[in-house]
């Protein structure tokens, strides 16, 4: 089992995110992504979204993707503040592990990290030790 700092750098490939800045979060049981924009629309009679990032931190570089609405549920963020997220599902690699994980997506434009990486994702793969930072190495 990896050990992660309480931050990290992982990639989102299928999505087209070669580098993300990541807090580990074991407060949030779903990970969740930055998404200033998002449109519905539908693919093969199917819903899917049109996504709309700011992968880096500091940066306005746009970046949009597609991908198939595997959910939408009720989400209440640190604040109590609920909210319904679209949830998608995409492939995480984070240190030896490259999986599927579920993402929330909502605006993170206030805060530091543009993804959360939350306890379902870490579930039997990794454990944490919030004194480190950046375990698994520096930026991809």
Not at 50 to 79: C, K, L, M, N, W
Request: proline share 5%; charged share 30%.
């Amino acid at each position: 089992m990896e050990v992660l700092g309480w931050k990290e750098w992982g990639q989102l490939p299928d999505i087209g995110i070669d580098a993300i800045h990541m807090k580990v979060d074991t407060g949030a049981k779903t990970s969740c992504l930055h998404a200033f924009k998002l449109e519905p629309f539908e693919k093969d009679e199917q819903p899917w979204l049109r996504v709309y990032v700011h992968p880096h931190q500091d940066s306005v570089e746009e970046h949009v993707f597609e991908a198939p609405i595997h959910d939408q549920r009720e989400v209440t963020d640190s604040g109590g503040h609920t909210e319904v997220r679209y949830v998608i599902k995409t492939r995480l690699c984070l240190g030896q592990f490259d999986g599927a994980v579920e993402l929330t997506l909502t605006n993170r434009d206030t805060m530091k990290f543009r993804m959360l990486l939350g306890r379902q994702a870490m579930r039997k793969r990794f454990m944490v030790n919030p004194e480190l930072a950046h375990q698994l190495g520096e930026r991809p």
